[in-house]
């Protein structure tokens, strides 16, 4: 995330400004006491947002820092790794165009109503608990405060707002705007590792500790489903499309938690490792651990010439006679090849995004990453039992 992002901001915000001054105000606003439509909440903060370097959250007992750094901007407990710029955007656009449109209560023991109790008091209800008491604190690269802001419930209507408390004052506020707020530190952190999509797979694999591997595969882009490989003899699959869960497993792919690849040891405990190769020549190679339960895996990306199969470059090409009697064939599949120099850029955008990290793998993800055959197998059936011989008749009396 570059610095022009942050200089957009302020280009957006000043649009919000605008664009909030002709809004349809309702009959309540047109009474209220504050009729200076120009005022905000935070008169100085439109001027300075790209001053802002930090925002620390601090929510249900949680609280947890975005900073910039180099342009770019991360979590600060997760080392840095970056955050969605339009959610971040969004919270200091939010902050900076509230306007306040009726005084509250300033009574703490009322604070929990409308959701503007510190973030550290106890609330009064579990609703006003779910409800607010986020504090949203915003520092210039010197650590000096630019605004602090208790966000409390919101209103939902024509025009959106929000009952919202500055940090130290007594006073709270009806105003109108929205702030998002996330919910926990995670919520920011663009959670997709990657998104390969299934059509481009050609094979799949998985190599237990063991020794026992695992694979599915296709013949072209446009096979139906995956087929797997090597099934047992005599064994029968659970579904035709079983392998589906397996090579569709990097389309997709989402993060639970991440942390810098120091934070896990992935070499004495190594878990599955799996291996994806596309028609276009991309090889993703996947490395597991378990730890405490949870599922950590790294990433790796490169481009094989030699896995670049025929049907990436001819994609093109005239496509051969179809019979009266059957379909044209379905090549959205070998659209979606690409040509060698994005694949090799992909490989090398994906390094640069997930080399140095490792990422927690939803439970669910984990376990398609990490198949057993036998899992994949319908049960065998018992052994029919041994008829017993037939019991001897007793002999009747005088026989």
Known sequence: MKNSNVLVLAGVAAAVVVAAVVVTRSAREETAVHRDESARLFPALGDRINDVASVTIRRAGKEWTVARKDGSWGLSERNGYPVQFEALKATLVGMADLRPVEPKTSKPESYSKIGVQDPGAEPATEAAAAAGGALITLRDDKGQELASLIVGTAKFGQVPEVFVRKAGEAQSWLAQ???????EPMAWVDRQIMNVSRERVHTASVQHPDGERLSVSRSKPETPVFGVDDVPQGRDLTSPSIGENLG????????ADVQPATAVDMESNPGPASEFRTFDGLVVKVATTNKDGRTWATFWAGFDPAARTPEADATDAVPEPTPADQPPPDDRA?????????VKKEAEQLNAKLSGWVFELPDYKAAVLTPRMEKWLKPTAPPPAASEPPTPLAPTPGG
């Open 177 to 183: 705007g929205s702030v998002d707020v996330p919910s």
């Open 248 to 255: 569709g497993a990097i389309t997709y792919l989402t993060l």
């Open 334 to 342: 070998r659209k979606a090849l690409r040509p060698v120099d994005e």
